[in-house]
Each structure stands twice: as structure tokens, then as C-alpha cells.
């Protein structure tokens, strides 16, 4: 889930409970307020009632409106507790009704009553005087649609106003995860500065600026380090082979001496192999094999094939192929480099009397061969120097394939399906 996306979330949600339980309260306020009012009424009416009894020493007339009902009746006196109550009262429907005219025939509606007592010629009456509370519930009611209204016209608004303002503050993060997406090591591209004028964005653009450039000069300096390594030792690599053959032509040596100077070659030739890896990768890395031409990859296989004809025969290996035609245009050097690497590999790892098998065409080029029944590690298969126990490789062919591959736009990828061990060359 994105950040933007969370915070929405999070935001939208805090203010609707925030504006339920405000809304809840702000009701309850008016109602609270409104009733009051009405309370206030209810006590001029009885304070009116108080006033002409005082001065009539009887009681006065009642009249029944719509809105308001008064009724005097007898009591004990003492019985009677002061108090405000919700009460309902029957509304009777007249001709000048906008309801329906039907004479002897209303409706309950709610009202709001107050009871007190008052003695008027020597007796003591129970006083009930009720006032509508249609009007003021329907008060109400408008007030709080209006709110509602109001609150879920401040929602959408916060939440396109979030939606837009937040993605226009966000729009330089996004822009800096960018630039890393597209970041290459081995690309003189700098990633640019990010103009905003948040300070958290300026810094983070200034920290991933600096890591980059430390990344690059490392880089730089571990590939002038590799380059002019593989350069310094092709002269002494030279001298040792010159000073072994000339070793061997000048002496006669006994059966041991024989196995050391053996020995010596096979070291010196695994270090000439070696190094030439080590050159070969960083003349790809740094794109200086760029002669590239059409070529017909399934000619290509089959001219390798032959090649390795003897080494299949020697180790009874079963070769199947099947290849169909399929043009690519790239350096044809480093072609043959990527398919004498895999194929070599293939042979390499098998078992005596296993079998390779070799499919082209027009997506991949699919190699597989049997083996060790064991997956090899995908976070190192392309590791440069990782090998198997016991391989007389470099460690360097699968991470040159790779790079072969990565300069032409083609994807080098491994997986393990018993008993085949498969590397897809996807073009």
C-alpha cells in the first residue's frame, strides 16, 4: 500500500468518527437549546396563569389551538409535583388544515408539557399546559440535514484537495525513485538534483546524489584496479610460460620433477585463463567490443556443436538439439564467448552419459543439461568468482554470459526442473 494512499486512508477515516461523534454532540446541543426555549414558554404560560388567578381568584378559559393545549383539573392538594415532561397531545384537524379536512378526526403529535398546580376559589387544580414540538423537531431536522450537508461536502473536498495537494507534494519523491530505478553504476549519467522546496526531499535527493557518486567512483576505481591488473600480469604470465618451456627443452627430469612441472603448467594456464576473463569483462563493461553485425544464431549453434563434437564423444554424453533460424544483430565475438561459455558449462557440470539438450528459436535459445540433482543458488549463480566444489573454472564465465547478454538487450536466466539444470538466453 502506498504512503499516499495509507494517509488517505487513515485521514478519511479519523474524520468521519471525528465528525460522527461531533455531529452526535452538536444534535444533542440544539435539541438541548431548542427544548430549553420551549421550556421557557411553558413557564410565561404558567406564570400568565398564576397572574389572573391572582387577580380573578378563579380560574380562565381555555381555548384549544393546534399548538398549544391548557387543561385544569381537580386534585388533592399537595399531590402534585412541578415538572417538565415529553408528553403527546391529540391535534384535531380543522377545515384551514393543509392536511386532509375531516371534522372529529386528528393526530398524536409529540409535545412538551410542564405540570404545576395552582388553588383558585378554595381548590387545587393539577395545571397541564403542552406546546407542540412539531415545529421545533422539524427545526431540528433541517438544522442537522444542513450539517450533514455540510460535513460530507467538507469530506469530499478534503479528499480531493488531499488527493491533488498531496500528489503535487509527493510528485519529488516520486521523481527521485525514478532517477534510482534508472541508476546504472557503469552509466556516466548523474542523477539530477530535484527541485522542491521541502527540506526532507532536498535532503533525501542530497544523500542519494552522494551515495550514487560514492558508488561510481568505487566502481571506477575497482575497475581501473581490475584493468590494469589483468594488464600488469600478461608479462609475467608470459615470462613463467617462456621460462617453463625453456625449463623443460634444457634438462632431463625424473618422474616427479615431471609432475611438478605439470603442476605448474596447469596453475599458469588457469591463471592466463583468469586473467584473460577478468580483461574480457571489463572491455565488455566498459563497451569497448562494440563491432556488431547480423548474424545467423542457429549456424553459429551448430558450428559450436561441432566444435565440442569430441568432448561429447569423450564423456558419452547425449546431445538432442533442435534450431530454427533466428537473426540477432550483435558482436559476433561475443556470441560465440556466450555460447562456447554456456555450452562448455553444460559439459563441465553434467555426469558421464548424460544428456544436453539445445532448442533455438526466434524468443530463446535454451540450453539444459543433467547434473548434480541439486538447484544451484539463484543469488550467486551470476556471482563473479562463485563455482561449485571442485569446478577447474574461473567463476567468471556465467558472470561474462550475463554481461554479454545485459549489452545486447537479452536476459540470461536460470531454474532447475529435475533432472535438468535450464539457462534461457531470452532475446
Known amino acids: 500500500m502506498k504512503l499516499l494512499t495509507k494517509y488517505n486512508r487513515v485521514n478519511l477515516i479519523t474524520t468521519i468518527i471525528v465528525m460522527l461523534i461531533t455531529g452526535i454532540i452538536y444534535y444533542q446541543a440544539i435539541s438541548w437549546i431548542l427544548i430549553s426555549q420551549k421550556d421557557r414558554d411553558l413557564v410565561v404560560e404558567e406564570n400568565e396563569i398564576f397572574d389572573y388567578v391572582t387577580l380573578n381568584h378563579h380560574l380562565p378559559q381555555t381555548f384549544e389551538s393546534n399548538d398549544q393545549q391548557i387543561t385544569f383539573t381537580p386534585a388533592t392538594p399537595g399531590s402534585i409535583k412541578r415538572e417538565f415532561i ?86 519529488p519523491f516520486y521523481n527521485i525513485m525514478k532517477e534510482l530505478r534508472l541508476f546504472n553504476i557503469a552509466d556516466t549519467k548523474e542523477i539530477p538534483h530535484v527541485d522542491n522546496n521541502i527540506d526532507e526531499f532536498k535532503e533525501l535527493n542530497n544523500a542519494v546524489i552522494d551515495m550514487a557518486a560514492r558508488a561510481k567512483n568505487d566502481y571506477k576505481d575497482l575497475k581501473t584496479f581490475t584493468e590494469n591488473a589483468s594488464h600488469e600480469l600478461l608479462t609475467p604470465i608470459a615470462v613463467i610460460n617462456s621460462k617453463l618451456d625453456t625449463l623443460i627443452q634444457t634438462e632431463n627430469f625424473n618422474e616427479r620433477q615431471s609432475k611438478l612441472l605439470n603442476d605448474l603448467y596447469g596453475a599458469v594456464s588457469r591463471l592466463n585463463r583468469l586473467n584473460q576473463s577478468l580483461l574480457l569483462l571489463v572491455k565488455i563493461e566498459n563497451r569497448l567490443l562494440h563491432e556488431k553485425q547480423q548474424i545467423n544464431l542457429r549456424e553459429l549453434v551448430e558450428e559450436m556443436i561441432i566444435q565440442f563434437e569430441e568432448i561429447f564423444h569423450d564423456k558419452e554424453l547425449k546431445l538432442t538439439y533442435k534450431l530454427e533460424d533466428k537473426e540477432i544483430y550483435a558482436s559476433r565475438y561475443l556470441v560465440e564467448i556466450l555460447l562456447s561459455n554456456l555450452i562448455s558449462n553444460a559439459i563441465r557440470h553434467n555426469h558421464a552419459a548424460g544428456e544436453i539438450i539445445i532448442n533455438l528459436t526466434a524468443d530463446s535459445l535454451i540450453i539444459q543439461n543433467t547434473g548434480n540433482n541439486e538447484a544451484l543458488p539463484d543469488e550467486k549463480i551470476f556471482t563473479r568468482f562463485h563455482k561449485s566444489s571442485g569446478s577447474e573454472g574461473s567463476g567468471l564465465g556465467l558472470t561474462i554470459s550475463r554481461q554479454i547478454c545485459e549489452s545486447f538487450g537479452f536476459s540470461l536466466d536460470y531454474k532447475f526442473q529435475p533432472p535438468f539444470h535450464t539457462f534461457t538466453v531470452r532475446f
Open 86 to 171: 415529553n408528553t403527546e397531545y391529540f391535534e384535531k384537524w380543522d377545515k384551514g388544515s393543509h392536511k386532509k379536512p375531516c371534522k372529529g378526526k386528528g393526530e398524536y403529535e409529540s409535545g412538551r408539557g410542564l405540570i404545576s398546580s395552582v388553588n383558585a376559589d378554595g381548590k387545587y387544580y393539577k395545571i397541564l399546559i403542552i406546546e407542540s414540538k412539531v415545529e421545533t423537531e422539524d427545526l431540528i431536522r433541517i438544522i442537522f440535514s444542513i450539517t450533514i450537508g455540510v460535513i460530507l461536502l467538507l469530506l469530499l473536498v478534503l479528499v480531493v484537495t488531499n488527493r491533488l495537494i498531496l500528489n503535487r507534494l509527493w510528485q
